[in-house]
């Protein structure tokens, strides 16, 4: 899990950041650090608008789930990689 969403972020705090973070390098990424990185995303926009909105978690927790369903059926359609 991503520190997001162990902590989410409160307003007028300045988020941690660790020390030493080590990205990968762009031709290492591969589709699951990009789905991660998509549901980070994710995650973000849908606080955003229940900051703005708190009266539609429904329409929220919708938009959640269509969109993690788009991520899954896009991640899907990559070829598996057998472990080495």
Same mark, same amino acid.
């Given at each position: 899990?991503?520190? !997001? %969403?162990?902590?989410?972020?409160?307003?007028?705090? *300045?988020?941690?950041?660790?020390?030493?973070?080590?990205?990968?390098?762009?031709? !290492?990424?591969? *589709?699951?650090?990009? @789905? %991660? &990185?998509? %549901? &980070? &995303? @994710?995650?973000?926009?849908?606080?955003?608008?229940? *900051?703005?909105?708190?009266?539609?978690?429904?329409?929220?927790?919708? %938009?959640?789930?269509?969109?993690? &369903?788009?991520?899954?059926?896009?991640?899907?359609?990559?070829?598996?990689?057998?472990?080495?």
């Amino acid at each position: 899990m991503t520190a !997001e %969403l162990i902590r989410p972020e409160t307003p007028g705090v *300045a988020p941690t950041v660790a020390a030493h973070p080590i990205p990968a390098p762009a031709t !290492e990424r591969t *589709a699951v650090d990009r @789905l %991660l &990185d998509s %549901l &980070d &995303d @994710l995650v973000r926009r849908h606080r955003a608008l229940a *900051a703005h909105d708190g009266g539609c978690a429904s329409l929220h927790a919708e %938009l959640i789930a269509a969109e993690l &369903d788009q991520q899954l059926a896009v991640l899907r359609t990559v070829p598996r990689q057998p472990r080495t």
